[in-house]
């Protein structure tokens, strides 16, 4: 079968199409690849059970393995970012969301652009939408945020499709009565948390300076809501990641620590990325990916020690790299599909009703530059932001097997490619991987992983981190404990006015 290889610690790595891996030492690989090695040789068994030499029952397992990995394309998209406002009250030292301060107007979702979203939204032929919410900071258009739910869950009522939603967010700005609402409201929650208070703190800037403080309190009135509603405090928890600025490369121990501390049992290290604001603070906070590497595998090492002594814990990159080794499951992560999930996977939305491929689109958008704006709500239905130009040329570039420096590496069945990154980076949609960072880092991580993979132990550690637990439970709409005295502040909803008639159909 056709196998691709890489050369990692002194051993070969093969992999084929379908993700099996296998090691050889140098010599039977070279006669493999000679064409000498023969049945009977001790590691042809290996072969032939990790679905590498040919024969049709292995053709059509593989065949039928790599149909389920690659489900995602024959659903649309099914993760829809709604940008509810650029204000936002802090000033992030490494923010790329082309924030504007708290009180400056014009920068809000109306209710009538949130209408025409909408419509697009449910034009997705996709069974399950998630649509997130994000900023600035979205809680401060917290009106369009309750309409959109509302009217959300009034739009799929009865019928098969599930509509699921989640909030992304500093916490600061809640109040009581609006956590107690998204709590009923099934609405997840996911908040940064980059460490240790003084670290936090000195990234992620508020008036008063203690966003950790502000941030820690609201996760505490989430968790007390939760409880009271005698939820499954393992399914029902806000979210944290963290953010990576160069302040952070020297403490990665005391980071996982901190999350450790806050009950937390999974960790998401990302990496700064140049999108939006980036390139301006970028000179300040970057560095480069051997310098994210060394950080990335110091916070693993201790997050895998911290495993042996019985602390649940896992990094959120590598259980999503794991789950592409050792299972068949694909945890639909648009960076990691091969073509990428841009468009036909996620789709973002400005406040202002323009539509870009993927946020990380709409944020080159606010460096100036429209190349990955698809249209515009208040002029185009599902069906003409689906079929612009710019859809294709994203899917035509990120497909991995196609592309030069990806067709032929061993981990093209786990890994996957960003054009928006590659076209800011290197000023083309397709990669040169030679030069990239972020194809030095996935390298650099999936190096690691199957490195620790061939430890004895290591692979159970690993599988658990791939089990992934169902929260739909948590995030299903329930009838409010008490009546919210705030709940009938909120401004009425204007009638929402349809978008075209081919787009409704579509």
Request: proline fraction near 7%; include cysteine; aromatic fraction near 8%.
């Amino acid at each position: 079968m056709p196998v691709r290889w890489r050369e990692v610690g002194g051993r070969v790595l093969l992999t084929n199409d379908a993700g099996d891996y296998l090691w050889l030492d140098r010599a039977p690989f070279e006669a493999l690849a000679a064409g000498t090695l023969k049945p009977g040789h001790p590691v042809w068994a290996e072969l032939a059970r990790s679905n590498m030499l040919h024969d049709p029952e292995t053709e059509a397992r593989v065949v039928e393995r790599i149909r389920r990995r690659s489900g995602h394309l024959q659903v649309g998209p099914t993760l829809h970012i709604v940008v509810l406002t650029l204000r936002c009250n802090h000033a992030c030292t490494y923010c790329h969301a082309s924030r504007q301060p708290e009180k400056r107007a014009g920068f809000d979702m109306s209710l009538d652009t949130a209408a025409r979203v909408l419509d697009v939204i449910l034009a997705s032929p996709a069974p399950d939408l998630t649509i997130e919410f994000q900023g600035g900071e979205p809680a401060l258009n917290f009106p369009v945020l309750r309409w959109f739910v509302e009217e959300g869950r009034r739009r799929v009522a009865g019928g098969s499709r599930r509509l699921w939603f989640s909030l992304v967010s500093n916490l600061s700005t809640l109040t009581p009565a609006q956590i107690e609402w998204l709590v009923d409201q099934g609405v997840a929650v996911c908040t940064s948390i980059d460490g240790p208070a003084e670290l936090h703190d000195r990234h992620r800037r508020i008036a008063g300076g203690d966003s950790h403080r502000r941030t820690r309190a609201a996760m505490a009135r989430f968790d007390a809501a939760y409880r009271r509603r005698r939820l499954d405090p393992s399914l029902a928890y806000v979210n944290a990641l963290v953010t990576v600025s160069r302040g952070s490369l020297a403490q990665p121990e005391a980071i996982v620590d901190e999350y450790v501390r806050m009950g937390q049992k999974v960790i998401h290290l990302r990496p700064l990325n140049p999108f939006g604001m980036g390139r301006k603070i970028w000179a300040r906070e970057g560095y480069t990916a051997e310098e994210f590497l060394r950080f990335w595998t110091r916070a693993l090492d201790h997050i895998i020690e911290l495993n042996r002594q019985g602390v649940e814990m896992a990094e959120k990159m590598a259980s999503l790299l794991l789950t592409r080794i050792l299972t068949d499951d694909n945890p639909n992560y648009a960076d990691l599909r091969s073509p990428c999930g841009a468009a036909i996977g996620q789709l973002a939305y400005n406040h202002d009703g323009r539509v870009y491929t993927c946020d990380e689109g709409r944020m080159v958008g606010a460096m100036g530059d429209d190349l990955f704006c698809i249209g515009d709500v208040h002029r185009h239905g599902y069906a003409e932001l689906i079929a612009h130009p710019t859809v294709g040329s994203l899917c035509v570039s990120s497909c991995l097997e196609c592309l030069p420096g990806c067709a032929d590496c061993a981990y093209a069945p786990y890994c996957g490619v960003c054009p928006v990154y590659n076209y800011i980076e290197q000023g083309d949609l397709v990669a040169r991987p030679a030069t990239n960072d972020r194809c030095k880092m996935m390298l650099g991580m999936l190096d690691y992983l199957f490195q620790r993979l061939a430890e004895p132990g290591l692979p159970d550690l690993f599988r658990r981190w791939t089990e992934v637990r169902d929260r739909s439970s948590v995030f299903e709409p329930r009838r409010p404990r008490r009546p919210s005295p705030r709940a009938k502040a909120r401004p009425a909803a204007a009638p929402p006015r349809r978008a075209k008639k081919g787009a409704r159909r579509a």
